[in-house]
Protein backbone atom coordinates (compact mmCIF):
# COMPACT_ATOMS: atom_id res chain seq x y z
CA UNK A 1 0.00 0.00 0.00
CA UNK A 2 1.60 3.23 -0.93
CA UNK A 3 0.56 6.91 -0.90
CA UNK A 4 -1.32 8.30 2.00
CA UNK A 5 -2.61 10.79 -0.68
CA UNK A 6 -4.72 8.22 -2.20
CA UNK A 7 -6.07 6.89 1.23
CA UNK A 8 -9.23 7.75 2.57
CA UNK A 9 -7.50 7.34 6.54
CA UNK A 10 -4.27 7.31 7.35
CA UNK A 11 -3.01 6.68 10.76
CA UNK A 12 0.63 7.09 12.06
CA UNK A 13 1.07 5.77 15.36
CA UNK A 14 -2.01 7.19 16.98
CA UNK A 15 -1.50 6.64 20.81
CA UNK A 16 -4.50 7.04 23.72
CA UNK A 17 -4.04 7.55 27.00
CA UNK A 18 -6.41 7.56 30.04
CA UNK A 19 -3.91 8.48 32.84
CA UNK A 20 -2.03 5.34 33.36
CA UNK A 21 -4.22 3.14 30.86
CA UNK A 22 -3.22 3.03 27.59
CA UNK A 23 -5.84 2.61 25.21
CA UNK A 24 -4.70 2.74 22.19
CA UNK A 25 -0.67 1.57 21.59
CA UNK A 26 0.99 3.46 18.49
CA UNK A 27 -1.65 2.13 16.28
CA UNK A 28 -0.56 2.41 12.41
CA UNK A 29 -2.93 1.72 9.05
CA UNK A 30 -4.40 3.01 6.25
CA UNK A 31 -7.72 3.17 4.73
CA UNK A 32 -8.48 2.83 0.90
CA UNK A 33 -10.49 4.89 -0.88
CA UNK A 34 -13.84 2.73 -1.54
CA UNK A 35 -13.21 0.01 1.09
CA UNK A 36 -15.17 -1.56 4.02
CA UNK A 37 -12.28 -2.19 6.62
CA UNK A 38 -12.85 -3.65 9.89
CA UNK A 39 -11.08 -3.27 13.35
CA UNK A 40 -12.17 -6.71 15.00
CA UNK A 41 -11.37 -7.32 18.88
CA UNK A 42 -12.39 -8.59 22.01
CA UNK A 43 -14.38 -6.14 24.96
CA UNK A 44 -12.04 -3.49 25.70
CA UNK A 45 -9.36 -4.07 22.97
CA UNK A 46 -9.45 -0.27 22.22
CA UNK A 47 -11.93 -0.16 19.07
CA UNK A 48 -14.05 2.52 20.56
CA UNK A 49 -11.46 4.80 21.43
CA UNK A 50 -9.53 4.50 17.98
CA UNK A 51 -13.04 5.15 16.32
CA UNK A 52 -13.30 7.81 18.84
CA UNK A 53 -9.61 9.68 17.88
CA UNK A 54 -10.89 9.14 13.96
CA UNK A 55 -13.99 11.07 14.26
CA UNK A 56 -12.73 13.89 16.28
CA UNK A 57 -14.46 12.58 19.48
CA UNK A 58 -11.25 12.08 21.35
CA UNK A 59 -8.24 13.76 20.92
CA UNK A 60 -4.90 11.28 20.91
CA UNK A 61 -2.25 11.79 23.26
CA UNK A 62 0.14 11.37 20.21
CA UNK A 63 0.39 10.34 16.83
CA UNK A 64 -1.17 11.96 13.47
CA UNK A 65 -4.09 11.55 11.28
CA UNK A 66 -5.00 12.05 7.85
CA UNK A 67 -8.65 11.98 6.24
CA UNK A 68 -9.04 12.09 2.65
CA UNK A 69 -5.19 13.74 2.17
CA UNK A 70 -5.82 16.10 4.73
CA UNK A 71 -4.19 16.74 7.32
CA UNK A 72 -6.43 16.58 10.60
CA UNK A 73 -4.46 15.87 13.96
CA UNK A 74 -6.02 18.44 16.57
CA UNK A 75 -8.31 19.97 13.71
CA UNK A 76 -10.74 17.05 12.95
CA UNK A 77 -13.43 20.09 12.30
CA UNK A 78 -12.40 20.67 8.43
CA UNK A 79 -13.04 16.54 7.40
CA UNK A 80 -16.24 16.49 9.30
CA UNK A 81 -18.75 17.10 6.70
CA UNK A 82 -16.93 14.25 4.42
CA UNK A 83 -17.71 12.20 7.94
CA UNK A 84 -20.58 9.83 9.06
CA UNK A 85 -20.93 8.70 12.41
CA UNK A 86 -22.68 5.96 13.79
CA UNK A 87 -21.96 5.62 17.71
CA UNK A 88 -22.87 2.09 19.27
CA UNK A 89 -25.22 4.17 21.31
CA UNK A 90 -27.95 6.31 19.28
CA UNK A 91 -27.25 9.80 19.72
CA UNK A 92 -31.13 10.45 18.09
CA UNK A 93 -33.88 11.97 20.22
CA UNK A 94 -36.63 9.51 21.67
CA UNK A 95 -39.28 12.19 22.10
CA UNK A 96 -39.31 13.25 18.00
CA UNK A 97 -40.42 10.58 15.55
CA UNK A 98 -38.55 8.59 12.85
CA UNK A 99 -38.71 11.38 10.13
CA UNK A 100 -38.17 13.84 12.41
CA UNK A 101 -35.14 13.00 13.59
CA UNK A 102 -33.82 12.78 9.80
CA UNK A 103 -34.69 16.16 9.09
CA UNK A 104 -33.57 17.55 12.40
CA UNK A 105 -29.90 15.65 12.02
CA UNK A 106 -30.40 17.23 7.72
CA UNK A 107 -30.85 20.93 9.29
CA UNK A 108 -27.54 20.58 11.08
CA UNK A 109 -26.19 20.05 7.74
CA UNK A 110 -27.44 23.44 6.36
CA UNK A 111 -30.12 21.57 4.10
CA UNK A 112 -33.37 23.41 2.93
CA UNK A 113 -37.02 22.45 4.20
CA UNK A 114 -38.04 20.58 0.64
CA UNK A 115 -34.35 18.74 0.44
CA UNK A 116 -34.54 17.51 4.16
CA UNK A 117 -38.19 15.97 3.50
CA UNK A 118 -36.79 14.47 0.34
CA UNK A 119 -33.82 13.14 1.55
CA UNK A 120 -35.54 11.92 5.25
CA UNK A 121 -38.35 10.37 2.91
CA UNK A 122 -35.82 8.33 0.61
CA UNK A 123 -33.64 7.47 3.51
CA UNK A 124 -36.73 5.88 5.42
CA UNK A 125 -37.67 4.06 2.22
CA UNK A 126 -33.93 2.56 1.46
CA UNK A 127 -34.06 1.57 5.24
CA UNK A 128 -37.59 0.30 5.39
CA UNK A 129 -38.64 2.29 7.86
CA UNK A 130 -41.46 3.79 6.14
CA UNK A 131 -43.96 2.60 8.07
CA UNK A 132 -42.76 3.62 11.27
CA UNK A 133 -41.74 7.13 10.13
CA UNK A 134 -44.36 8.56 12.34
CA UNK A 135 -43.63 6.60 15.43
CA UNK A 136 -41.53 8.28 18.35
CA UNK A 137 -37.91 7.17 17.97
CA UNK A 138 -38.00 5.62 21.84
CA UNK A 139 -40.93 3.33 20.89
CA UNK A 140 -38.28 2.15 17.98
CA UNK A 141 -37.12 -2.00 18.25
CA UNK A 142 -33.42 -1.65 18.76
CA UNK A 143 -32.72 -3.37 15.11
CA UNK A 144 -35.10 -0.24 14.08
CA UNK A 145 -33.38 2.29 16.34
CA UNK A 146 -30.15 1.10 14.79
CA UNK A 147 -31.21 1.40 11.08
CA UNK A 148 -32.19 5.15 11.80
CA UNK A 149 -29.16 5.93 13.17
CA UNK A 150 -27.20 4.89 10.45
CA UNK A 151 -29.51 6.86 8.19
CA UNK A 152 -28.93 9.70 10.55
CA UNK A 153 -25.11 9.05 9.78
CA UNK A 154 -25.36 8.96 6.07
CA UNK A 155 -27.82 12.17 6.07
CA UNK A 156 -25.21 14.24 4.17
CA UNK A 157 -23.97 11.39 1.81
CA UNK A 158 -20.48 11.22 3.27
CA UNK A 159 -17.60 9.97 1.94
CA UNK A 160 -16.15 8.05 4.98
CA UNK A 161 -19.08 6.17 6.89
CA UNK A 162 -17.65 5.15 10.37
CA UNK A 163 -19.57 2.84 12.76
CA UNK A 164 -18.89 1.21 16.17
CA UNK A 165 -20.42 -1.93 16.33
CA UNK A 166 -23.13 -1.92 14.04
CA UNK A 167 -25.03 -4.79 14.43
CA UNK A 168 -24.00 -5.75 18.89
CA UNK A 169 -27.47 -6.46 20.21
CA UNK A 170 -29.37 -6.63 17.38
CA UNK A 171 -30.90 -10.06 16.53
CA UNK A 172 -29.46 -12.47 12.89
CA UNK A 173 -32.08 -11.29 10.71
CA UNK A 174 -31.47 -7.44 11.56
CA UNK A 175 -27.77 -7.85 11.49
CA UNK A 176 -28.02 -9.40 8.18
CA UNK A 177 -29.55 -7.14 7.16
CA UNK A 178 -27.82 -4.01 7.86
CA UNK A 179 -25.00 -5.68 6.55
CA UNK A 180 -26.71 -5.89 3.20
CA UNK A 181 -27.24 -1.63 3.81
CA UNK A 182 -24.21 -1.36 4.31
CA UNK A 183 -22.62 -3.72 1.51
CA UNK A 184 -24.95 -1.31 -0.99
CA UNK A 185 -24.07 1.85 0.27
CA UNK A 186 -20.57 0.58 -0.16
CA UNK A 187 -20.97 -0.71 -3.54
CA UNK A 188 -22.49 2.89 -4.27
CA UNK A 189 -18.76 4.41 -3.27
CA UNK A 190 -18.81 4.89 0.29
CA UNK A 191 -15.63 3.70 2.46
CA UNK A 192 -16.96 2.44 5.44
CA UNK A 193 -14.59 1.94 8.70
CA UNK A 194 -16.26 -0.22 11.17
CA UNK A 195 -15.73 -1.75 14.53
CA UNK A 196 -16.73 -5.42 15.66
CA UNK A 197 -15.95 -7.74 18.09
CA UNK A 198 -18.18 -10.24 15.76
CA UNK A 199 -16.05 -12.75 13.83
CA UNK A 200 -18.59 -13.40 11.30
CA UNK A 201 -19.75 -9.94 10.55
CA UNK A 202 -15.89 -8.89 9.70
CA UNK A 203 -15.36 -11.87 7.08
CA UNK A 204 -18.58 -11.10 5.48
CA UNK A 205 -18.49 -7.42 5.32
CA UNK A 206 -15.25 -6.85 5.39
CA UNK A 207 -12.23 -6.34 2.19
CA UNK A 208 -9.75 -5.73 5.00
CA UNK A 209 -9.46 -6.56 8.68
CA UNK A 210 -6.99 -5.53 11.20
CA UNK A 211 -6.94 -7.59 14.48
CA UNK A 212 -6.47 -5.24 17.95
CA UNK A 213 -5.33 -7.06 21.12
CA UNK A 214 -4.52 -4.40 24.57
CA UNK A 215 -4.16 -1.46 22.08
CA UNK A 216 -2.20 -2.58 19.78
CA UNK A 217 -2.60 -3.66 15.76
CA UNK A 218 -1.64 -7.22 16.04
CA UNK A 219 -2.46 -7.72 12.03
CA UNK A 220 -3.79 -6.18 8.57
CA UNK A 221 -4.50 -7.92 5.94
CA UNK A 222 -7.12 -9.38 3.76
CA UNK A 223 -9.04 -12.48 4.94
CA UNK A 224 -7.74 -14.10 2.03
CA UNK A 225 -4.43 -13.43 2.71
CA UNK A 226 -4.72 -13.63 6.73
CA UNK A 227 -6.49 -17.76 5.93
CA UNK A 228 -3.30 -18.68 3.85
CA UNK A 229 -1.31 -17.08 6.66
CA UNK A 230 -2.32 -20.12 8.83
CA UNK A 231 -2.88 -22.50 6.74
CA UNK A 232 -0.26 -25.50 7.28
CA UNK A 233 -2.55 -28.21 5.95
CA UNK A 234 -4.92 -28.41 3.13
CA UNK A 235 -7.90 -30.31 3.56
CA UNK A 236 -10.56 -32.17 0.75
CA UNK A 237 -13.91 -33.30 1.75
CA UNK A 238 -14.81 -35.65 0.01
CA UNK A 239 -18.10 -37.79 -0.26
CA UNK A 240 -19.55 -40.54 -2.28
CA UNK A 241 -22.31 -42.53 -2.44
CA UNK A 242 -21.22 -45.80 -1.43
CA UNK A 243 -18.06 -48.10 -1.28
CA UNK A 244 -16.43 -45.97 1.53
CA UNK A 245 -13.69 -48.70 2.14
CA UNK A 246 -12.91 -48.79 -1.17
CA UNK A 247 -12.51 -45.44 -1.63
CA UNK A 248 -10.27 -44.96 1.37
CA UNK A 249 -8.08 -47.92 0.20
CA UNK A 250 -7.75 -46.47 -3.41
CA UNK A 251 -6.82 -43.16 -1.61
CA UNK A 252 -3.80 -44.87 1.03
CA UNK A 253 -2.23 -46.33 -2.33
CA UNK A 254 -2.88 -42.91 -4.48
CA UNK A 255 -1.44 -40.66 -1.07
CA UNK A 256 0.60 -43.08 0.92
CA UNK A 257 2.15 -40.42 3.05
CA UNK A 258 -1.44 -38.08 4.02
CA UNK A 259 -3.42 -38.39 6.28
CA UNK A 260 -7.08 -39.63 6.30
CA UNK A 261 -9.87 -39.14 8.49
CA UNK A 262 -13.51 -40.47 8.56
CA UNK A 263 -15.95 -38.32 9.39
CA UNK A 264 -19.11 -40.52 8.71
CA UNK A 265 -20.13 -43.34 6.33
CA UNK A 266 -20.09 -41.79 3.37
CA UNK A 267 -17.16 -38.64 4.07
CA UNK A 268 -13.89 -38.37 4.22
CA UNK A 269 -11.30 -35.77 4.71
CA UNK A 270 -8.16 -35.69 3.28
CA UNK A 271 -4.85 -33.71 4.71
CA UNK A 272 -2.24 -32.83 2.42
CA UNK A 273 0.91 -30.63 2.63
CA UNK A 274 0.56 -29.47 -0.57
CA UNK A 275 -2.77 -28.12 -1.95
CA UNK A 276 -4.54 -30.90 -3.73
CA UNK A 277 -6.27 -30.61 -7.03
CA UNK A 278 -9.72 -32.02 -6.92
CA UNK A 279 -10.50 -32.58 -10.72
CA UNK A 280 -7.30 -35.52 -10.90
CA UNK A 281 -9.00 -37.12 -7.56
CA UNK A 282 -12.42 -37.32 -8.38
CA UNK A 283 -11.25 -39.13 -11.91
CA UNK A 284 -9.12 -41.60 -10.20
CA UNK A 285 -12.00 -42.79 -7.87
CA UNK A 286 -14.81 -42.68 -10.59
CA UNK A 287 -11.94 -44.49 -12.97
CA UNK A 288 -13.21 -47.47 -9.81
CA UNK A 289 -16.42 -46.89 -9.64
CA UNK A 290 -16.47 -44.62 -7.29
CA UNK A 291 -19.13 -41.91 -7.53
CA UNK A 292 -18.20 -38.63 -5.72
CA UNK A 293 -21.21 -36.96 -4.53
CA UNK A 294 -19.47 -33.89 -3.22
CA UNK A 295 -15.70 -32.89 -2.81
CA UNK A 296 -14.47 -29.59 -1.86
CA UNK A 297 -11.53 -27.53 -0.01
CA UNK A 298 -11.97 -26.74 3.59
CA UNK A 299 -10.41 -23.38 4.62
CA UNK A 300 -9.63 -22.66 7.91
CA UNK A 301 -12.07 -19.96 9.27
CA UNK A 302 -11.35 -16.39 10.40
CA UNK A 303 -12.06 -17.67 13.74
CA UNK A 304 -9.08 -19.85 13.39
CA UNK A 305 -6.67 -17.32 11.95
CA UNK A 306 -7.72 -15.30 15.12
CA UNK A 307 -6.70 -17.56 17.68
CA UNK A 308 -3.93 -18.42 15.96
CA UNK A 309 -2.29 -15.02 15.54
CA UNK A 310 -3.92 -13.31 18.32
CA UNK A 311 -3.52 -16.27 20.84
CA UNK A 312 -6.53 -15.18 22.67
CA UNK A 313 -8.85 -18.02 23.48
CA UNK A 314 -12.41 -17.76 21.32
CA UNK A 315 -14.58 -17.05 24.97
CA UNK A 316 -13.29 -13.58 24.19
CA UNK A 317 -14.79 -13.40 21.14
CA UNK A 318 -18.60 -13.41 19.98
CA UNK A 319 -20.10 -15.84 17.80
CA UNK A 320 -23.14 -15.06 15.81
CA UNK A 321 -24.67 -18.27 16.75
CA UNK A 322 -24.51 -17.11 20.74
CA UNK A 323 -26.17 -13.59 19.92
CA UNK A 324 -29.61 -13.32 21.83
N1 LIG B 1 -13.05 7.59 29.25
C1 LIG B 1 -12.25 6.62 29.67
N2 LIG B 1 -11.57 6.76 30.83
C2 LIG B 1 -10.73 5.77 31.27
N3 LIG B 1 -10.49 4.63 30.60
C3 LIG B 1 -11.14 4.44 29.44
C4 LIG B 1 -12.04 5.42 28.91
N4 LIG B 1 -12.53 4.96 27.74
C5 LIG B 1 -11.95 3.75 27.55
N5 LIG B 1 -11.11 3.44 28.56
C6 LIG B 1 -10.31 2.20 28.65
O1 LIG B 1 -9.63 2.02 27.43
C7 LIG B 1 -9.62 0.64 27.06
C8 LIG B 1 -10.23 0.48 25.68
O2 LIG B 1 -11.63 0.78 25.76
P1 LIG B 1 -12.56 0.84 24.48
O3 LIG B 1 -13.89 1.32 24.91
O4 LIG B 1 -11.88 1.62 23.41
O5 LIG B 1 -12.61 -0.69 24.05
P2 LIG B 1 -13.53 -1.41 22.97
O6 LIG B 1 -12.61 -2.22 22.13
O7 LIG B 1 -14.41 -0.43 22.30
O8 LIG B 1 -14.39 -2.41 23.87
P3 LIG B 1 -15.93 -2.90 23.70
O9 LIG B 1 -15.88 -4.07 22.76
O10 LIG B 1 -16.28 -3.32 25.09
O11 LIG B 1 -16.75 -1.76 23.20
C9 LIG B 1 -10.33 -0.10 28.17
O12 LIG B 1 -9.37 -0.60 29.06
C10 LIG B 1 -11.17 0.97 28.82
O13 LIG B 1 -11.39 0.69 30.18
MG1 LIG C 1 -16.48 -0.24 22.12
Known sequence: MGDTMDAAIAAKRLTKYF????????????????????????????????????????????????????????????????????????????????????????????????????????LLEQFGLTAVARRHFGAYSKGMKRKL???????????????????????????????????ELNQAGTTIFLTTHYIEEAERLCHRIAFLVDGRLVRVDTLGNLVRAVQDKHTVELSASGGLGEMRSLLRDAFPNEHFEEISDTRVLVRTDHPLPLAPLIRLLEQHGIQVTEARVIRPSLEDVFVQITGLELARMKNESSRS
Open 149 to 183: TIAAGIIHRPRILFLDEPTTGIDVASAREIRRLLA
Open 19 to 122: HDVCAVDEVSFEVRDGEVFGFLGPNGAGKTTTINILTGLARPTSGSLCILGQEVTGNIKRAQHWMGIVPDESNLYPELDGRENLCFCASLYGMRWREREARARE
